[in-house]
């Protein structure tokens, strides 16, 4: 059971994503470590972390296609559960600091010493310990992601509905994060962090071990998702996106099923957080601002809905385009970046990916259809796959193109 | 007529929208087995109806039961489906970014949970299934194309076969004929005549040489109650029906 589970994940398109991700994975790294600072071909640390930074983004934007993109759930609060994992993993951070802090109180990080607390708050509680710290990464997002889902997908909340509460979601966790009372640092959040698990935080073996870990989490939520969407649930969430009533009236719970993969989605986004805080060194409350789950939406689009590799790609290359122009052209950034979600939603709706493997599709159709039309042998055996679709079982008539566009459509 | 030994028993029941009665103290029994024909002018609440059954509307006043005993006001669609009770819908909703086949697959009788979804593998018995569903369709031959790029006709089958594939105790089926040829309507005719052998089935329809084809118990629908009820030519002579519907 678990093994063809896992089997599903795998197919021509994962497994050339997969050998990128290792080719990744392994020599970024070396390039920083090993290889001497004089060669062309060493990897600045600056770059390391830079680069990780995007992976976490990555799975961020992973995340939220996993909603989106095959559930149709549009989530402007992905930051939420994105900044939740990464106070969990700063909070642990926090932590090991000790009495390296300014005011060297073993127990009370300097924040708290500073607004004169006498005792450490009840829940910050065990996050000295890194297991029950990676523990709440997954539990607090995945936690909230379960109650909010509970109540708003079994009220059927849809759509615009379902967004504009997710935004108000997060910009509550916003305002309450802000307050020092919260006790996580209000405005400044957690910072000045040292170790990890006893290593130099600031250290390049750490930070190239942090960069690895990163790309992990990244592979092994892809093949979760990869799994996930190739599985006959899979079909049930493609099925909810595009007629939720007709899944209902099939006899299938959608509330259920959404809540499944929302709550799997935010647990996602909590490890991004968690990865992406230690390098960046610091989390405050600005992490949950609005805009930033808007723009986890804009990288999916970019990359393509529904294909999870897009999420990916779109994620890293919509941030290095952000990290050039911040450098380059500071005051245009925003601009750039509505410039090009409005470009492609108008010439690419179905992003870069979708429309790549549209186009590939395509072309082995003719190719097929030509060679079939000089009658030179068998009709073909293997009907192209469609990008976006689950894998497939039935065995494949005469050539057909599966590449027709579908519409969502209201059940009536 | 009971309650007891009927399979779907509908009494008193109104729907209003805004005020206005779609559904007006309409009362309906289907027995176990038999194959039912509804008709009724446009706006007549027939698809209203369905959706009662189905438990899409909540029913303002009335009873609904299932089997005699199961009240069907107080489920959900998911449940309702998961009793027994299968639909068409008016417009053919198919999932149009799945394949045929995957349509079929996902209608067909087998656990509903996630859980169960998500380490489903299919079964040799499944496929059979689904192949033989294909046949019944005509859609062998496109069983991986996307239901987006069926013809409406084709959507229509296709839907006939989720329906089918449900293995529902009731199907309802709310105008299978609508925009096809004439000869795909004969055509849907005989298929559902051949479900109906062993399947309960309520037919709505407008196409009269289709309700005729069907030869079945007539009901006829008007401003949301039954207006007449019998063979099509009983109800074709009464007066009050050739007025509001078969006149116009
Ligand atoms: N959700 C709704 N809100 C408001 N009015 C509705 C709603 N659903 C149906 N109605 C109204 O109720 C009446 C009955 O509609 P219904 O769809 O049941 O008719 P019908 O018999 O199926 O007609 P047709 O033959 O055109 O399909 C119509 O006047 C319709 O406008
Ligand atoms: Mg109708």
Redesign the interface.
Do not use: C, Y
């Given at each position: 059971m678990m093994s063809s589970f896992l089997f599903r994940a795998m197919d021509a398109r994962a497994g050339i994503f997969l050998a990128l991700m290792a080719a990744v994975i392994i020599l970024v790294p070396v390039g920083n470590l090993l290889v001497p600072e004089t060669s062309p071909f060493h990897v600045p640390t600056y770059a390391v972390t830079l680069m990780g930074k995007y992976l976490t983004y990555a799975l961020l934007a992973l995340a939220v296609d996993l909603v989106w993109g095959y559930c149709g759930i549009l989530s402007l609060g992905h930051a939420a559960f994105f900044a939740l994992g990464g106070y969990a993993m700063g909070m642990y951070l926090m932590r090991q600091i000790g009495t390296r802090g300014v005011y060297g109180d073993p127990l009370l990080p300097d924040f708290m010493v500073f607004l004169n607390w006498q005792e450490l708050p009840w829940y910050w509680y065990g996050f000295d310990m890194f297991w029950f710290a990676a523990l709440m990464v997954l539990l607090v997002p995945g936690l909230l992601a379960f109650v909010f889902g509970w109540f708003a997908f079994r009220s059927r909340v849809t759509g615009v509905y379902l967004s504009i509460i997710t935004q108000a979601l997060t910009y509550a966790l916003l305002l309450a994060f802000f307050r020092n009372d919260m006790g996580f640092g209000g405005n400044n959040g957690l910072t000045d962090f040292k170790d990890i698990l006893g290593f130099d935080i600031q250290a390049d073996t750490t930070r190239a071990g942090l960069f690895a870990a990163s790309g992990l989490a990244l592979v092994v939520c892809f093949l979760i998702c990869r799994s996930v969407t190739r599985s006959k649930l899979g079909k049930v969430l493609v099925a909810v996106r595009d007629a939720e009533s007709r899944t209902r009236f099939l006899g299938y719970r959608v509330e259920h099923y959404k809540l499944f993969v929302w709550t799997l989605s935010a647990m996602m986004a909590g490890v991004a957080g968690a990865l992406y805080v230690p390098q960046v060194g610091i989390i405050n409350p600005g992490e949950f601002a609005p805009a930033n789950s808007i723009e986890v939406v804009i990288w999916v689009a970019v990359g393509g809905r529904a294909t999870l590799v897009g999420a990916v790609l779109g994620a890293v290359l919509v941030n290095f385009a952000k990290t050039w122009f911040t450098a380059a052209l500071p005051d245009i950034w925003l601009f750039a970046l509505g410039g090009l979600f409005v470009f492609v939603t108008l010439f690419l709706p179905k992003g870069i990916v979708g429309t790549l493997s549209d186009g590939w599709t395509a072309l082995r159709q003719r190719r097929i259809s030509s060679d079939f039309g000089e009658g030179s042998g068998d009709p073909p055996s293997q009907a192209p796959q469609s990008p976006g679709a689950p894998a497939n079982v039935p065995p494949p008539g005469p050539a057909v193109s599966r590449a027709g566009a579908a519409h969502p459509q209201p059940a009536e | 007529m009971t309650r007891a030994t009927s399979l779907l028993y509908l009494d008193g029941v109104s729907v209003a929208f805004d005020g206005f009665k779609a559904l007006n103290d309409l009362s309906l029994t289907i027995d176990p087995g038999e194959m039912r024909a509804i008709i009724g002018p446009n706006g007549a609440g027939k698809?209203t109806m369905m959706d009662v059954i189905?438990g899409?509307t909540r029913p303002d006043s009335g009873e609904v039961y299932f089997s005699g005993a199961i009240d069907l006001t107080s489920e959900?669609?998911?449940a309702i489906?998961?009793l027994g009770i299968?639909?068409k819908?008016?417009?053919p909703?198919?999932?149009?970014?799945?394949?045929v086949?995957?349509n079929l697959?996902?209608?067909l009788k087998a656990p509903?949970?996630?859980f169960s979804?998500?380490?489903?593998?299919?079964t040799g018995a499944e496929?059979t299934r689904?192949e033989n569903l294909l046949e019944l369709i005509r859609l062998?031959?496109?069983?991986?194309?996307?239901?987006?790029?069926l013809s409406h006709g084709q959507k229509q089958w296709l839907e006939i076969g989720?329906l089918l594939a449900?293995d529902p105790k009731l199907l309802l089926v709310d105008e299978p004929a609508a925009g096809m040829t004439d000869a795909e309507t004969a055509e849907t005719a005989d298929l559902l005549k051949d479900i109906a052998k062993d399947h309960s089935v309520v037919v709505v329809e407008h196409d009269m040489d289709f309700v005729r084809s069907l030869d079945v118990k007539v009901t006829v629908l008007h401003e949301g109650s039954v207006l007449a009820e019998g063979s099509l030519d009983h109800v074709s002579a009464d007066e009050r029906v050739v007025e509001v519907y078969l006149g116009r």
């Open positions: - | 698809t189905t899409k959900d669609e998911a489906a998961e299968g639909r819908f008016q417009k909703t198919v999932f149009e970014s799945h394949t086949w995957d697959e996902l209608a509903r949970g996630p979804t998500l380490f489903h593998v299919i496929k689904i062998t031959d496109k069983s991986s194309e996307l239901a987006a790029n989720m449900q």
